[in-house]
């Protein structure tokens, strides 16, 4: 229960950001994902299923986006999936562009793009 009311007071603490968010649910999975007395097995799959199902109703990108922007993390969570190609990232921002802005991209936002992420 320890990381349940960690990732609580982060979610609600004032200075609160996407990317807090989304590492908290990575660090939850990670704790319940390595529990394996048998006692505690039921209340471990609850959580993760709870929070497998938050995380499907939420806007996913917007999250991983907030991680891949931030300095100290960029693309580095996601060492080991096909987002993080310079396709997969420009497909991202491209999709998170048209929503926010309902118009195309502009080129600087690529530009933009493979000067952060060499």
Known sequence: LESISLMTNIHQAAQARPEHIMISFGFLHCCYSKVENATDLAACTAVLASAECCWGQCDQEVFIAAVIVNPSYKISPFQKIPLTTCVGLAALFRCLWSCFYSSDAPLD??????????
């Open 109 to 118: 936002l690529y530009t933009g793009l493979y000067e952060w992420f060499p």
